[in-house]
């Protein structure tokens, strides 16, 4: 007898063809990522054809509830790997949304060579950074540099 999955599993998913279900939570789930995120279907749809970037959705019933970009890029010193714009729905966290994302993040990184997965986070994001290092992240002595073009606040 095979066993049956409940209602509450984690599924993660690689995004290969966008969907009206993907985008709808993609646009539901940016305002939980960050307050200037603004939603645009030609960057999603962007994210999802570009080589370099790779986007996972986690699924709980078959509904999106969250997402991650892993972005992997070629240097001189090896293949590198970002992890960028983790978010889960607020109405599932603390299920092991987030984690099942990271992993399959970093999982697909280590499957393609990198050298390094590297992601950042806010300090005040607490129960973000002890998700990040429960699944092996390290925090680094560096300091992070940005550079926008005057007015834009990103």
């Keep these: 007898m095979a066993a049956q999955e409940s209602d509450d599993t984690v599924t993660i998913e690689i995004v290969e063809t966008l969907d009206d ?3 709808a939570a993609v646009e539901r789930l ?3 990522l960050s307050r200037s995120a603004t ?3 030609q960057t999603l749809a962007w994210v999802v054809a570009h080589e370099a970037t790779t986007l996972f959705v986690a699924k709980v019933g078959g509904d999106v509830v969250g997402a991650l970009t892993l972005v992997m890029y070629p240097l ?3 293949l590198r790997a970002h992890v960028d714009d983790v978010v889960v729905d607020d109405a599932v966290r603390g299920r092991g949304v987030g984690e099942a994302l990271v992993r399959a993040g970093v999982d697909r990184a280590v499957e393609v060579g990198a050298r390094t997965v590297d992601l950042t986070s806010r300090p005040s994001r607490e129960s973000a950074i002890r998700l990040y290092e429960r699944v092996g992240f390290v925090r680094r002595d560096s300091t992070l540099f940005r550079w ?3 007015g834009d606040e990103a």
Excluded: K
Aim: charged share 15%; hydrophobic share 25%.
């Design 21 to 23: 279900a993907v985008r």
């Design 30 to 32: 940016l305002p939980q």
């Design 39 to 41: 939603f645009s279907e």
């Design 76 to 78: 001189p010193t090896g």
């Design 148 to 150: 926008t073009p005057p």
